[in-house]
């Protein structure tokens, strides 16, 4: 069975673009998360889906950034315009059921904004 | 508030050597879930074990054993034997309710 499939692997854009991320979670998974890894903060939660509802979206910096996920195997992650800053690993990762089971991650997408 | 600390930043062996990797973890939360994923130097992260706050027992897999201590706060994952595949950061993680916490990460260097 396919693990979580993010795209593209790499993303190289300039500053003030609009970048799109994007993530298909494992069939069946009814929790959908984007994690952003950097080496100044490490893993930080940006939002999380449940059923493909956004409940918690504290973690997403600033306005720039939206989250959707219009069904259940899909989901994307925009930023715009794109900073430096933004500079970054973005992980997705799905679970399924409760609190109780373990995330699988996509294998990332390293984002560089010049 | 929810907080696991990976105090070891970073951990260098001599491939067949033993090394533990320390995790101490805070919640207030009666149930919660604690986790380890391995990152390679491939970037992926990957998932190794779950253990539930009311499961105390250590837990072995292959050259893997973990040690759940919660008088302690703490959830140690010891390799045996290593081997210079072992090299990755490994992250300890805590979920309560939704969210996953996780560590900042030990980074494991095991030379031949």
Sequence with gaps: DAGVIQSPRHEVTEMGQEVTLRCKPISGHNSLFWYRQTMMRGLELLIYFNNNVPIDDSGMPEDRFSAKMPNASFSTLKIQPSEPRDSAVYFCASSFGGTNTEAFFGQGTRLTVV | ?112
């Design chain 2, 1 to 112: 508030a929810q907080k696991v600390t990976q105090a070891q930043t970073e951990i260098s062996v001599v491939e067949k050597e033993d090394v533990t990797l320390d995790c101490v973890y805070e919640t207030r939360d009666t149930t919660y879930y604690l986790f380890w994923y391995k990152q390679p130097p491939s970037g992926e992260l990957v998932f190794l074990i779950r253990r539930n706050s009311f499961d105390e027992q250590n837990e072995i897999s292959g050259r893997y054993s973990w040690n759940f201590q919660k008088s302690t706060s703490s959830f140690n994952f010891t390799i045996t034997a290593s081997q210079v595949v072992d090299s990755a950061v490994y992250f300890c993680a805590l979920r309560g309710t939704y969210k996953y916490i996780f560590g900042t990460g030990t980074r494991l260097k095991v030379l031949a």
